[in-house]
């Protein structure tokens, strides 16, 4: 691997580069940056607040990345079997309740009752990262971000220094893979040769809007009439989606089904996404955390993986990814969880923005001890009455939740790089924990290889939490 002396080892296959240096080439980063829309959109004030981004490229290596690819997609595969497994009548107590915080459609989603999923055009793993061992965190399948933004960073971070700060360092532009592993499921989907108009479907005030204009001129370069729309302008015209410039060749959905009207026209197509050439499909099944922890308990028992289907090799890239992870349902585990407190995190299952995680080890924290009266109910203004709530109290809230389920993971405890941070116009220097996405697919032949990579001071790293994130190249040793 190409690495200088001022490049930090963080593990055998993950090298943070060197910062860009000097205040004229930090100076062109934060105008690319500014330029390309690398914020987070606010409707309410028509305004885009920056992300804070890292002035050093964290660096691959290229031939583990490789193999991870083909790991996580065995992964994936593996998450897939467990859900047809869960519609089995004998899981039907388990599957009701890890389902249940689903709208309708992602239900009916999760049972098989609608059009044959044909895959997903993009999903997103979240790694943190155990010494010099990976570990998927969770699996997001129904608007993954981030691969916008990863390609600017990148893109601004070359434009502003020189190649000779990542050496022979490869940019994969996750923009261009989505397009790729979006043409492949249309051709498999009956899509003739055709295609030439495309539509971004997303929330009106949408806060990645400055991804969806990445992708939007991105696409049009290479010749396709891209519109972002929402889903409320779209009408079935016999068998595509229209609006009033026309019909639709295929259908980006980057929206949750739970925000669309069912009775709308674009409600009802995606009861038939593959017909109507929308990718992703409705999948909010596959990314809810207790499933996840259900994959991990397949893994750990080769009697249910056999049951399951599980191959040999997705058998074993489920145990050497997936962190040990459990739904929180029965009130005999407590003894065991509670003597391992600090060596565990609790989860909402559904639930985004790290808002619903809780680390083990920083339970007895005033701002915690906040979050989870606030969780159990508890009126402002009886905390003191009330006092300390304890572990015990709060796994025996969350086992007995009709209305959210939990599950409980192992910590993984992740990284801290010295980093080099631009925030408000200015380098500042700063410990942060790094978490790297994977972005990957499933259904068709080709294979994303692309990454991206946040960071954050606290190991719950998160962009709406105020995270940022860092520039990614693949490197060849």
Not at 22 to 27: D, I, M
Not at 201 to 207: Q, Y
Request: proline fraction near 3%; include cysteine.
């Amino acid at each position: 691997m190409n690495s200088t002396s001022e490049n930090t080892k963080l593990s055998s296959f993950l090298y943070a580069g060197q910062s860009l240096g000097t205040s004229a080439s930090v100076h062109r980063f934060s105008r690319k940056l500014f330029d390309g829309k690398f914020a987070v959109y606010d409707a309410t004030q028509d305004h885009y607040r920056p992300i804070p981004a890292s002035t050093r490229c964290l660096l691959l290596a290229e031939d583990f990345w490789h193999e991870l690819v083909l790991e996580t997609g065995r992964v994936l595969e593996a998450l897939n079997k467990v859900a047809t497994w869960m519609r089995l009548e004998q899981q039907e107590a388990v599957a009701s309740r890890i389902f249940a915080p689903l709208c309708p459609i992602e239900k009916d989603a999760a049972y098989g009752r609608l059009e044959q999923h044909t895959g997903s055009a993009t999903v997103r793993f979240d790694l943190f990262l155990d010494g010099d061992k990976v570990r998927i965190l969770e699996i997001n399948t129904t608007i993954p971000a981030m691969q916008a933004y990863s390609d600017i960073i990148a893109e601004s971070y070359l434009a502003a220094g020189s190649m000779n700060s990542v050496g022979d360092g490869e940019i994969v532009s996750n923009t261009m893979e989505l397009l790729e592993s979006l043409r492949e499921h249309y051709a498999a989907a009956g899509g003739g040769s055709g295609l030439s108009r495309i539509a971004i479907v997303a929330r009106a005030g949408d806060s990645q809007l400055g991804e969806l204009l990445h992708y939007q001129a991105a696409w049009k370069k290479l010749g396709y009439a891209v519109n972002i729309v929402t889903p409320e302008t779209l009408r079935i015209v016999g068998s595509q989606l229209h609006d009033d410039g026309g019909p639709f060749d295929l259908v980006y959905r980057h929206v949750f089904a739970s925000r669309v009207d069912p009775d709308t026209d674009f409600g009802r197509a995606l009861r038939r996404s593959s017909f109507y050439k929308i990718f992703n499909p409705v999948s909010g099944h596959l990314e809810v955390k207790a499933l996840f922890a259900e994959l991990s308990r397949v893994g750990d028992s080769e009697g249910l993986a056999r049951e399951v289907g599980l191959t040999d090799d997705e058998m074993a890239a489920v145990r050497s990814l997936i962190p040990w992870t459990r739904v929180l349902i029965a009130p005999e585990q407590l003894d065991d969880i509670v003597s391992r407190r600090d060596r565990l995190v609790l989860k909402k299952s559904h639930g985004y923005g790290g808002h619903g995680v809780i680390l083990g080890h920083e339970f007895d924290q005033e701002h915690v001890q906040k979050q989870v009266r606030s969780l159990m109910g508890v009126v402002p203004g009886e905390e003191a009455s009330r006092g300390q709530i304890t572990f015990r109290e709060f796994l025996a809230f969350c086992c007995g939740s009709k209305g959210d389920v939990w599950i409980v993971q192992d910590l993984v405890p992740g990284v801290v790089l010295e980093n080099e941070v631009l925030m408000s116009g200015h380098a500042q220097s700063m410990k942060t924990y790094i978490d790297l996405s994977l972005f990957g697919n499933s259904g068709v032949a080709f294979r994303p290889r692309g990454a991206a990579a946040r960071i954050g001071s606290h190991q719950i790293v998160n962009i709406g939490r105020g995270g940022g994130m860092m520039p990614v190249m693949l490197v060849s040793k």
